[in-house]
């Protein structure tokens, strides 16, 4: 019985890693058909790719997540606190 709920849950696994694998790339997909405006040429000032594969351009996107992340952090904790501090 042990062994037979191990299976079950282990086919449920892989189907909804598969599930969301695909709901991934046909987000991905998707987005190919996306047009630029306003604040993505920003962005991608920002990232400064343009014209690229998306696999480079992932990689740029990332880079320039690690780079504005602790900024960003910082501005999230301030701007949380600061609600906080004022709502109580």
Do not use: C, W
Not at 12 to 35: D, E, K, R
Not at 55 to 81: D, H, M, Q, T
């Amino acid at each position: 019985m042990v062994k037979r709920q191990l299976q079950v849950k282990s086919i449920i696994l892989v189907l909804s890693i598969l599930a969301l694998i695909y709901m991934i790339l046909n987000m991905v997909h998707a987005a190919s058909f996306s047009v630029l405006i306003a604040d993505d040429f920003s962005h991608g000032v920002g990232v400064g790719k343009f014209h690229v594969s998306f696999g480079e351009y992932l990689v740029a996107s990332f880079k320039y997540a690690k780079k504005r992340v602790p900024r960003v952090a910082r501005n999230i904790f301030l701007n949380v606190y600061t609600s906080a501090t004022i709502s109580n």
